[in-house]
Each structure stands twice: as structure tokens, then as C-alpha cells.
């Protein structure tokens, strides 16, 4: 079986990079972080697109994790797991709107992202 490919879209360098660290010790192909949702959008239109995308919500650029998610799902069916340190219910809300298949609090842990990946994998394979 082939390993499955996940976006990574996080402007905290660090962050991004253990993500990938996890996920690709996991054994899952993980893309180049982006760090906006400008930079998502080219992405999805420059590469075949991910099995699954990692979303912060708050990002650099003009773009948040939201209306990235929104204008991504004008094109693709792709799952996306919000990443948030926010648990404001108005950001909660707006995020609800797009259909995320989970959310993750940061600091992230191991276990709750694999967790999380999993059961999003799970879930597009019952569809």
C-alpha cells in the first residue's frame, strides 16, 4: 500500500517541522510545510493534490486556516484537520462551517495527531 501524502500548512517553522517529523516516522509521505494560505492554494494547484491537510488556523498572509479551507473545498474533496491554540467559540464556529474532519489543540501531542490522522483516513476510506 502506498503511504499516504499529507499537506502540512503552519507558519510556525518549528511546529511544522514536528509534524513532519511524527507523520513521516509514521510512515506517511509529508509535502514541504507552507506557511500561508496563499502558498496552500498554489500548492493544491502545482501538485497532485494530499490525502490530507493540516491546518492552522491562524496563518501568515491574508488567508486564515478557514477561508483557506473554504476556497479548498470549492475544487477538491480533501479531509482537513484543523491545528488551533485557540478554543475561542467564535473561531470554533466560523471553523465548523467548512466541515473539518477533526481539531487539534497545540501543543500537539504524538499520539493525538496520529490519533486524529487515522481516524480521518478511516472516515474518507467509509465514504
Do not use: W
Amino acid at each position: 500500500m502506498i503511504p499516504r501524502l499529507i499537506l502540512i500548512v503552519e507558519d510556525e517553522g518549528l511546529i511544522a517541522l514536528h509534524l513532519m517529523e511524527i507523520l513521516t516516522n509514521a510512515g506517511y509521505r509529508v509535502f514541504e510545510p507552507v506557511a500561508s494560505g496563499e502558498e496552500a492554494l498554489r500548492h493544491l494547484e502545482e501538485r497532485p493534490p494530499p490525502d490530507l491537510i493540516l491546518m492552522d488556523i491562524t496563518l501568515d498572509g491574508s488567508l486564515d486556516g478557514i477561508e483557506t479551507t473554504r476556497q479548498i473545498r470549492k475544487r477538491h474533496a480533501i479531509p482537513v484537520i484543523f491545528l488551533t491554540a485557540h478554543s475561542n467559540s467564535q473561531i470554533i464556529s466560523r471553523a465548523k462551517e467548512v466541515s473539518p474532519c477533526g481539531y487539534i489543540v497545540k501543543p500537539v501531542m504524538e499520539k493525538d495527531l496520529l490519533e486524529h490522522v487515522e481516524r480521518a483516513f478511516q472516515r474518507q476510506f467509509l465514504i
